[in-house]
């Protein structure tokens, strides 16, 4: 069993890697885009299904509360949150609609949308991304794999070079975590 732990800590050491090496330029551009928009008065909207949807609920929550400076709250939505209205878009519409008809609600023109998918193919998180540039919202997807059909939509998509869901996840935890941080520090000092 302990080789398959270190295994496993190898494998998410080797995501750390190849995201210092061919990340960070993308990573430095959604900071800049989303910088620029909370600046402008602009809201942040994340959505991702399963572990993913915590990626959201967690990038929201530095955003609304704090990361690490004290500083004015920031408007952010996370679209996994609300259980009726889940539930009655998804009874109503489907649940390919749950998160493209609050996209609909919510987006103004320069908002950045975010979508979070692992494989890059939840039809929920790639009908919602559509719906956000016909709005004219900034957009960026989070992805793994090879960036699935997804991939091409968003204006920005940031790729985890990995197959393994959960190292997929691990990657993307770790470029919200600085994505967080650079906004932060590039708005407040
Ligand atoms: O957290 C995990 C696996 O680590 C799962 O809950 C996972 O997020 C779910 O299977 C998602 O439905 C996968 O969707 P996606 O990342 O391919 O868009
Ligand atoms: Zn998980």
């Known amino acids: 069993m302990k080789d398959e732990i270190r295994a496993q800590l190898q494998a998410h050491n080797q995501v750390m890697t190849a995201l210092e090496r061919d990340l960070a330029p993308a990573i430095e551009s959604?900071?800049?885009?989303l910088t620029e928009a909370l600046k402008d008065g602009?809201?942040?909207?994340?959505?991702?299904?399963?572990?993913?949807?915590?990626?959201?609920q967690h990038f929201v929550a530095e955003i609304v509360?704090?990361?690490?400076?004290?500083?004015?709250?920031?408007?952010?939505?996370?679209?996994?949150?609300?259980?009726?209205?889940?539930?009655?878009?998804?009874?109503?519409?489907?649940?390919?609609?749950?998160f493209a008809r609050q996209v609909e609600a919510h987006v103004r023109p320069g908002d950045v949308v975010v979508g979070i998918s692992t494989s890059g193919n939840s039809p929920?998180?790639?009908?919602?991304?559509?719906?956000?540039?016909?709005l004219g919202a900034r957009t960026v997807a989070?992805?793994?794999?090879?960036?699935?059909?997804?991939?091409?939509?968003?204006e920005l998509s940031l790729i985890v070079p990995s197959n393994d869901t959960p190292r997929i996840q691990e990657g993307h935890i770790t470029m919200i975590h600085i994505i967080c941080d650079l906004v932060e520090r590039g708005l407040f000092l």
Request: net charge positive.
């Open 65 to 98: 509360g704090r990361f690490k400076l004290e500083r004015r709250a920031l408007p952010a939505i996370a679209l996994s949150t609300d259980t009726s209205i889940l539930t009655a878009i998804g009874n109503d519409y489907g649940f390919e609609q749950i």
């Open 30 to 33: 959604a900071v800049s885009l």
């Open 142 to 154: 989070l992805l793994g794999k090879d960036g699935g059909s997804i991939k091409g939509i968003a």
């Open 42 to 56: 602009r809201k942040l909207i994340v959505m991702g299904n399963g572990g993913s949807a915590a990626d959201a």
């Open 124 to 134: 929920n998180v790639q009908i919602a991304l559509e719906a956000a540039r016909r």
